[in-house]
Each structure stands twice: as C-alpha cells, then as structure tokens.
C-alpha cells in the first residue's frame, strides 16, 4: 500500500489525516517531535484503527532523521504539517517561527528529490488573504502583507512551492488553505490539545463548558458583521482529512512540476456570538461569557470561496457547525472524564 509521510501526525488534523489516509487504503508514517502534541494521540489512533500507525519521533529539521524515514520506507508522497502554529506567540519568538516553519519545508523538499518521491501536500492557511477586500475569498485574492510572523512564514513556504516547481524540480504540490479547523473524531478517541490556555475559540469554549475556564472573553463587538463579533469559516476536521486525501489522489493524475492551491472552508461564515449559541443548543449548557476589547491582530471577517475545490477535487465540506461542535463538546467530556 501506498506510504504517505505525515509531518505533525500526532497533532490535532494531522492525526485525523491518518485515520482517513488508512480509511482510503493508504500506509501513513507519522514524523512528529511532540512539541505540540501527545503520545496518547497515538494511543487514540490504535483504538480506531486497530493497528498501530509506524511512527518516528523527531524534529523534521533533523536532515539525517528525515533522510533515514525515507531509506527505511517507500514513501510515496508526503503531506506537511509540521509547523508551530500560535499566531500570538509567533510574535513573541519570530525566528523560532521562521527557522521551524521555514526550515522543515526545506530538508523536506530537498529529502524528497534525492529520493525521487514528487508527491506533496502542503498545509497553509487563510491567513495569508489578511482581511480580503471581497467575501467569500477566491484562491485568486491576491494575498495581503501578513498579521503576523506566523502567517508570514506561510506566505513564504508558499513562494518556495512556486519557486521550487518553477526550476524544474518535478514536484507535484497541493497547497490547502485553511480556514477554521474544528470538531473531532466521533469516537472521542482523538481531537485537539492545546496546551495550556487555549489561543483557539473552540477549546477556550469547551473547556469553559466543562468548567476549567470561568467565562469566554469575546474578542470584540464592535466590527461591522451582523452582530459585531469576528466571522470565521469553522470547518470540521474530518472534513479537512479528507480533503488531504483528495489532494493526494488528484496529484497522481498530474504531471510532474505542478503546483495547485486549494481553499479548504464550508463556504460559509459564523460570527463569534452565533458560535455560542449554537454550542448553547448543542451543549444544552449555558456559557458564561462578556464582552472585551478587540484581539491585536485579529482580521473582521473571512470565508471561504470553495468553488475551486468541489470542482477540482471533487471535495465539499460535509459537516456542520452544529455537528462539529458536538464532536468538540464529545472531546471536551472524555478529556474532563464528564
Ligand atoms: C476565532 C475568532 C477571535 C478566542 C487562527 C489562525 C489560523 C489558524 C486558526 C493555525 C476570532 C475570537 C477567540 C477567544 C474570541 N491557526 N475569539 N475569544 O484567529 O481566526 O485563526 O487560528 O493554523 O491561521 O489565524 O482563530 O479560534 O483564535 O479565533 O472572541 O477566547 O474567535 O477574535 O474572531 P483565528 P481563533
């Protein structure tokens, strides 16, 4: 079967890749070093797939680990999402950012074409639109100067796919674009672990539902959306596996040196406040939130224009935002034991 290396694939989606890489007959191997997730993500993945997925542990700027991945294995594309990924932080500690994000796409690439393997999915993000001057966001927006270093970083792993496939390299690039991953796999067995005190809203929501959090702040209300709050494009993460899944079967079916960018949202946009609600109903809990400032960075509104991806790779969002934030909620319950 196919070998797909998965960078990050302990972490939050690339841990749902791997349950639906399997799911599609493909051989995941994850690299990931931990910084940004656990073991028991591995645990969780052997409950729902009753194997064990083969893992390396390590940082995917070790050349000679990512080297020994690929002689050890017949790795036949890889998808990337080894990256730190806290827009506040990123702020805080620029270089580690631009060293990591930028530095792991690099000893990928060039592992990739010593070992002659073309085929690779790339994980980006709607952060590089900044706030788009037209809704909903076409792949054609032209990108703005980033928010931050963080979504700086993304920018430029772009430009270097482009450079990369444009010197003749014979890479085969998918580029997903991101917009807000949420939810959880239905068995509870797997989801996203932020550590410490969630940047996120979903988990700062679901850790305030089940009690470790005393009240939400909204970031804001006072932007020019229905009701003042931040609208996001909240995509469920299984939905975002399988666009993986897409992508790398639509890459077979290219030639070499090709590179293609995908928006990977419902299409749909929720405000911070109708997020609430819904979990309310969801939930059948009250949360206990207020209303604050404006977060420093934080763009009005953004979703996701996804003509381009149903078409292309034949892939639309399936879940909704009520059915996402109940496999959240589901989550929440089996980390809190409630
Ligand atoms: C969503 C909305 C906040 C927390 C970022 C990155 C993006 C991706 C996902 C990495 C915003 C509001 C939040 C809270 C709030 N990261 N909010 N109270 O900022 O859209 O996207 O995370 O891949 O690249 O940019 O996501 O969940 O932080 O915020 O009101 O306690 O919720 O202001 O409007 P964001 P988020």
């Not at 989801?191 to 988990?203: D, K, Q, R, S, T």
């Not at 700062?204 to 009701?227: C, M, P, S």
């Not at 639309?316 to 909620?329: G, I, M, P, Q, V």
Request: with cysteine; hydrophobic share 35%; glycine share 8%.
């Amino acid at each position: 079967m196919k070998q797909i290396l998965i960078t990050g694939g302990a972490g939050y989606i690339g841990s749902h890749t791997a349950v639906a890489l399997v799911e599609s007959g493909y051989t995941p191997i994850i690299i990931d070093d931990f910084s940004n997730s656990e073991k028991s993500a591995l645990d969780g993945l052997k409950n729902i797939l009753n194997q064990e997925v083969k893992t390396y542990i390590g940082d995917c700027n070790d050349k000679a680990l990512v080297e020994r991945i690929f002689s050890e294995n017949e790795i036949s594309g890889v998808i990337h999402f080894a990256a730190s990924k806290a827009v506040g932080e990123s702020t805080q500690i620029p270089l580690k950012y631009y060293a990591n994000n930028i530095g792991s796409l690099l000893v990928m690439l060039e592992t990739m074409k010593k070992f002659d393997v073309k085929n690779i999915v790339f994980s980006s993000s709607c952060t590089v639109y900044g706030q788009p001057d037209e809704l909903p966001v076409l792949e054609s927006t032209p990108r703005k100067d980033a928010e931050s270093p963080y979504g700086n970083t993304k920018k430029i792993c772009e430009d270097i796919l482009h450079d990369h496939v444009k010197s003749k390299s014979g890479a085969k690039i998918v580029s997903l674009r991101y917009f807000n991953p949420i939810g959880a796999h239905p068995s509870s067995e797997i989801g996203e672990l932020p550590l410490g005190v969630p940047a996120n809203l979903i988990p700062f929501v679901t850790q305030t539902a089940a009690g470790l959090r005393e009240k939400i702040t909204v970031f804001g209300d006072d932007y020019n959306t229905k009701d003042g709050t931040c609208v996001r494009d909240y995509i469920h993460v299984l939905d975002l596996a399988d666009a993986h899944v897409k992508s790398l079967e639509y890459l077979d079916s290219q030639e070499a040196n090709f590179i293609d960018t995908f928006n990977v949202g419902t299409g749909n946009g929720n405000t911070v406040l109708e997020v609430i609600q819904a979990f309310e109903k969801v939930s059948e809990r009250k949360l206990k939130y207020e209303l604050g400032p404006r977060r420093p960075g934080d763009i009005e509104k953004v979703w996701a224009n996804t003509d381009k991806v149903n078409k292309v790779l034949g892939w639309n969002a399936k879940y909704s935002l009520e059915e996402s934030l109940r496999d959240s909620w589901n989550w929440q319950k089996r980390l809190s034991n409630l």
